[in-house]
């Protein structure tokens, strides 16, 4: 207990620091996001991010609820646009293009940046249809075949092939809550997107579910970048290779998982990830 | 005492009960320092009860016995000359003529007999009053003061009154039910009766309408025919000329208001979208005939079309235009009842608001607007208002939507309008056709409802 008081006496940045400490740039970068403001109406959600997400790399959003990680995870690919009164401003780019301007089509941008959500929302149609739906709308397939390729693949690349392989044809909607979610990833990864957003996957999810998404994530790191929202500190710790910490808005730290986890330079990382608030 | 001085009496007597019962209970909590199991006010409205209860209910058989007791006893005065082999209708004047000599109200000679009973009948009704005044009187007493005796601390006030409240909601449930079930046997039974004279596959399957009978025994006439195929066409060709205006109209609508319009757009326009279902059938009545009707047919006159001046066409479009609001209502409640994750889920997979609308939101909320189209069917097949004032009579078997049709619903209401024998076919066939709707209605009626249960089920 002495040590743990003394380490966070030490601490260079103390509560009021509300600069971002850490690395928050990267090598390789997919995203680059500079000045990144959200406000809702009136209230200013998310101030000033600055963080690259590398490539095919697994980046965990983390922080008490409320925190602003989602809201922030949605201007990635432009989901706030469908909430009214929400307004992002700042420099986000991917691949060097700017994709958060008033005359960038969201369309082709969302089928490049896939996003799976906090609890899972298959659409009311069949396994098959919820899978195929992506595809068909951006016209990837040229024939049925081709299109049953598509979802085939995509179902084995979530995981889920070998338990609906037979029933292709059930509604999505009678799967458990733990194959629903990974169903909602198939649907993701069949349009073939670079970056796939996840809003928290797991909390609506048991244990052994949860395990499955988490293995998942890891083996879908080697062809996409992946940016995690998560509540859980171990899941973070388990499936990221970097770590962001938000609290009430700001951008605290972000550095290597395994730094952030064992050796946080801020003092309110450091009380988060050894639990004293959140 | 008359009875609504009674009344209000008993009612003056058990709220007095109460306010005296609630504060005694209060009181006693506090003097004997025990814990009341009931809060006061339960002790005040089951004293309140018992005292209401046991004088309403003589009052009640009162008004339900008193007149037949009153006027046997004035009858038993009369002659027996003049009561031998009369009709019912006949005593029934009898009965007339005292009643009103009684109240001083008759004009004319009168009769001594006559007299005689009604000064009877002053005198019962005098002695009913003082009886029923001195026994509701007793019973609301003797209910308050054996409530009163029963009050301490331990007593269940509570359960108590909850019972009695329970056993009226279920007479309340019970009068809506009973009422349904005497309506559907009465409808019943005159059909039955009315199968006796007109062979029920005739009524069925016929395929002529004419349901002239002759009224005297002398008169020259034919007998009818009672043939319901050109009255269910007529009713479908117009329902369906009715949907075919409503459901593309109130869907999209629904889909403009949920989907795209501003919040403050749609506060607006729901409402004044929702007042056409509360203007007058008999408005839209005049409208379709004054209006539509003479405007389509000087149309077709134009292109060559000859449109009868009383169409289904111009029923049909008018009754269209009544039902929009029960599709758009129904279907703006369902699409809006679809989860933002659906369409969250879509727009993140790049879908545009279009495709979103048409792919993910319609399909989800698909039975809950059928279900919203099949009450509106069933609706516009059991209008009446402005079919009988734009569709004509002419009981033509047709599918063409430009002729005069007639309908199930206008049918009932010529064939009951004006003086009518109760027991000609022609009359009992408005309860046969009756029927028939009741059937269509009702089956259109379960279909929607069960479809719609299904879909609620699906996302709860």
Redesign the interface.
């Known amino acids: 207990m002495t040590t743990l008081e003394n380490s966070t006496r030490e601490k260079p940045f103390h509560r009021e620091h509300r600069s971002t400490v850490g690395t928050f740039t990267s090598d390789n970068p997919r995203i680059v996001c500079r000045s990144v403001d959200v406000y809702y109406g009136e209230k200013h959600a998310v101030q000033n991010i600055n963080i690259d997400v590398g490539r095919h790399q697994v980046i965990a959003l983390i922080g008490p609820s409320g925190c602003g990680k989602s809201t922030f995870l949605r201007c990635l690919n432009r989901m706030n646009d469908t909430i009214p009164d929400c307004r992002v401003t700042g420099d986000i780019s991917m691949d060097g293009i700017a994709i958060n301007g008033p005359d960038v089509d969201v369309v082709p941008l969302r089928a490049q940046v896939g996003m799976v959500f906090q609890k899972p929302n298959p659409f009311p149609k069949s396994i098959f249809e919820n899978v195929a739906y992506g595809p068909r709308i951006h016209g990837l397939a040229t024939n049925p075949s081709d299109l049953e390729g598509i979802v085939e693949n995509s179902l084995r690349r979530a995981g889920l092939w070998e338990e609906v392989k037979d029933r292709l044809a059930q509604p999505g909607t009678g799967l458990s809550g733990g194959q629903q979610q990974r169903l909602c990833i198939a649907r993701t990864i069949a349009v073939n997107p670079e970056v796939i957003l996840m809003d928290e996957p797991c909390s609506a999810l048991d244990p052994i579910a949860t395990a499955k998404i988490e293995q998942l994530i890891d083996e879908l790191r080697t062809l996409y970048t992946i940016v995690i929202v998560t509540h859980s500190m171990q899941q973070a710790a388990r499936v990221s290779q970097r770590t962001a910490f938000f609290h009430l808005g700001h951008l605290i730290e972000v550095g290597e998982t395994a730094q952030v986890f064992t050796n946080p330079q801020h003092q309110l990382t450091e009380e988060y990830i050894t639990g004293r608030f959140g | 005492m008359e009875k609504s001085t009674l009344f209000l009496l008993i009612l003056l007597a058990s709220t007095l009960a109460y306010l005296r019962n609630t504060w005694r209970a209060r009181t006693l909590a506090e003097t004997s320092g025990q814990k009341l199991h009931s809060l006061p006010g339960f002790y005040g409205y089951y004293t309140a009860l018992w005292c209401a209860l046991p004088g309403l209910l003589l009052l009640l058989l009162w008004l339900l016995g008193e007149g037949s007791l009153l006027t046997t006893g004035a009858l038993a005065r009369l002659p027996q000359s003049l009561l031998d082999g009369a009709a019912p209708e006949q005593i029934q004047l009898l009965v007339n003529d005292i009643k009103s000599v009684a109240q001083g109200s008759f004009e004319g000679q009168i009769d001594p007999a006559i007299q005689v009973a009604a000064d009877r009948f002053s005198e019962l009704t005098l002695w009913s009053r003082i009886l029923l005044t001195v026994l509701s009187m007793t019973a609301s007493l003797s209910g308050l003061l054996f409530a009163q005796s029963r009050i301490n601390t331990d007593f269940r006030a509570r359960n108590q009154v909850e019972t009695v409240v329970r056993i009226f909601l279920i007479g309340c449930a019970l009068t809506a039910i009973f009422t349904t079930i005497g309506i559907v046997l009465s409808v019943l039974i005159e059909s039955i009766r009315f199968f006796n004279m007109v062979p029920i596959t005739d009524f069925l399957f016929g395929l002529k309408w004419s349901p002239q009978i002759a009224m005297r025994a002398d008169q020259a006439g034919s007998s009818g025919a009672f043939g319901v195929i050109p009255l269910l066409t007529g009713t479908l060709l117009i329902s369906m000329v009715a949907l075919l205006v409503a459901v593309p109209i109130g869907l999209l609508a629904a889909i403009y208001l949920s989907e795209y319009a501003s919040p403050n757009f749609r506060a607006i326009a729901k409402p004044l979208i929702e007042i056409l279902a509360g203007i007058p059938t008999v408005v839209y009545g005049f409208f379709a005939a004054l209006v539509v009707a003479p405007f389509l047919r000087n149309m077709g006159a134009e292109i060559g079309l000859e449109i009868s001046s009383e169409s289904a066409l111009a029923a049909g479009l008018v009754m269209g235009i009544m039902i929009i609001p029960f599709v758009s209502s129904l279907s703006d409640d369902f699409i809006n009842a679809v989860?933002q994750?659906?369409?969250?889920?879509?727009?993140?997979?790049?879908?545009?608001q279009s495709?979103t609308i048409r792919?993910?939101v319609i399909?989800?909320a698909l039975p809950g607007i059928v279900g919203g189209i099949l009450l509106a069917a069933s609706r516009a097949i059991g209008e009446t208002m402005i079919v009988v004032m734009a569709a004509g009579l002419s009981a033509n078997l047709t599918l063409n939507p430009l002729a005069a049709v007639t309908t199930v619903t206008t049918q009932i209401v010529t064939l009951l309008v004006g003086d009518q024998e109760f027991d000609s076919p022609k009359t009992l066939a408005a309860f046969a056709l009756g029927l028939i709707l009741f059937i269509l209605t009702l089956c259109l009626n379960i279909m929607a409802l069960r479809i719609v249960r299904k879909y609620r089920e699906?996302y709860e």
Do not use: I, K
């Open positions: 989860p994750s659906l369409r969250d889920g879509a727009y993140a997979l790049g879908a545009t495709e792919q993910v399909p989800a699906q």
